[in-house]
């Protein structure tokens, strides 16, 4: 067991270029989406969790707006104000970390008035996140977490991926008008399928074991009816206790493979390490089952 020490995709709504009020739109969709950098309390999961509802914020609690005063209050605009990010390079095969904001579709001015106090006034984004955005992200003080290309709608993914870093721009999608932050830029994770008999000519070699990062993610019960040497047991139904200190016990830059029968599970893992910050996550393709059948006959198969 660990020696233990101890935080998507984000699909934004598709985004109207009318300034005109609309009804507010629902955010569970939204709220679904928004990944995490950290969990900090994860109970322990069944093998048929899926990580993208561990993600989820509390979508049905957040209060409304709270009412402000003087330069922050909210009346109607009378022009409209479109994005604000300058153009910059593509940013290709990058990853960004972003936080927002959201006010409704009739609250440019107070848009404006927050952006006015984060330049001038020296107001984080996202204390300003919490105190008036309308995202369920507001718990985590607007951060969305890494995103790439083809995760947002093309208005929030052209302002993201042309805004230079640190600077807070502007713009608009169905759900309203958003400042964001982009805090940070990355190469973008893998997550790629290994073929059992590619593992295991790489599992000959010495050097590999001691190299590479092997999880197997099966409950011990599986693990004792067959398996791979190398391999570190961290079972699924046990998140809550492993999941929180993985970078503390792996190394994000290093190779790591995951395992379990079919392929399944241990694709779930490598998406979450892959949010994590792993650079490069392998799913042994087909689990261990195909591993003994494929590669390996002296392996058991249940």
């Given at each position: 067991m660990l020696g233990l020490r101890g935080a998507r995709a984000a699909q934004l709504p598709y985004a109207?270029?009318?300034?005109?009020?609309?009804?507010?739109?629902?955010?569970?969709?939204?709220?679904?989406?928004?990944?995490?950098?950290?969990?900090?309390?994860?109970?322990?999961?069944?093998?048929?969790?899926?990580?993208?509802?561990?993600?989820?914020?509390?979508?049905?609690?957040?209060?409304?707006?709270?009412p402000v005063s003087g330069a922050l209050s909210r009346s109607r605009p009378t022009t409209r104000v479109f994005c604000s990010a300058a153009a910059t390079a593509p940013r290709e095969g990058k990853e960004l970390l972003v936080q927002h904001l959201l006010v409704g579709e009739q609250d440019v001015r107070l848009l404006v008035d927050l952006e006015k106090n984060i330049i001038t006034g020296g107001a984080d984004l996202s204390d300003l996140a919490v105190e008036y955005s309308l995202c369920p992200s507001k718990e985590n003080g607007g951060m969305l977490g890494w995103v790439r290309r083809g995760q947002m709608v093309p208005e929030f993914e052209e302002a993201a991926f042309g805004a230079p870093l640190n600077k807070v721009v502007r713009c608009k999608t169905k759900f309203g008008w958003h400042l964001l932050q982009v805090l940070a830029e990355r190469d973008q994770c893998v997550v790629e399928d290994i073929p059992p008999e590619e593992l295991h000519a790489k599992m000959q070699d010495p050097n590999f074991l001691e190299e590479a990062q092997l999880i197997d993610v099966r409950e011990p019960d599986e693990v004792d009816?067959?398996?791979?040497?190398?391999?570190?047991?961290?079972?699924?139904?046990?998140?809550?206790?492993?999941?929180?200190?993985?970078?503390?016990?792996?190394?994000?830059?290093?190779?790591?493979?995951?395992?379990?029968?079919?392929?399944?599970?241990?694709?779930?893992?490598?998406?979450?390490?892959?949010?994590?910050?792993?650079?490069?996550?392998?799913?042994?393709?087909?689990?261990?089952?195909?591993?003994?059948?494929?590669?390996?006959?002296?392996?058991?198969?249940y």
């Open positions: 109207s270029a009318a300034v005109a009020p609309t009804p507010t739109p629902s955010f569970s969709g939204f709220a679904r989406r928004l990944p995490l950098l950290a969990s900090a309390a994860l109970s322990p999961l069944p093998p048929s969790f899926s990580f993208s509802s561990a993600s989820a914020v509390r979508r049905d609690r957040d209060p409304p707006m709270r009816k067959a398996s791979l040497e190398g391999f570190k047991v961290l079972s699924l139904r046990q998140f809550g206790t492993w999941g929180p200190v993985m970078t503390d016990e792996f190394d994000p830059q290093k190779d790591t493979y995951v395992l379990c029968h079919h392929g399944m599970r241990s694709m779930q893992v490598a998406k979450w390490l892959q949010s994590q910050g792993f650079r490069k996550v392998y799913n042994v393709a087909g689990g261990i089952h195909a591993y003994a059948v494929k590669a390996d006959s002296s392996i058991p198969t």
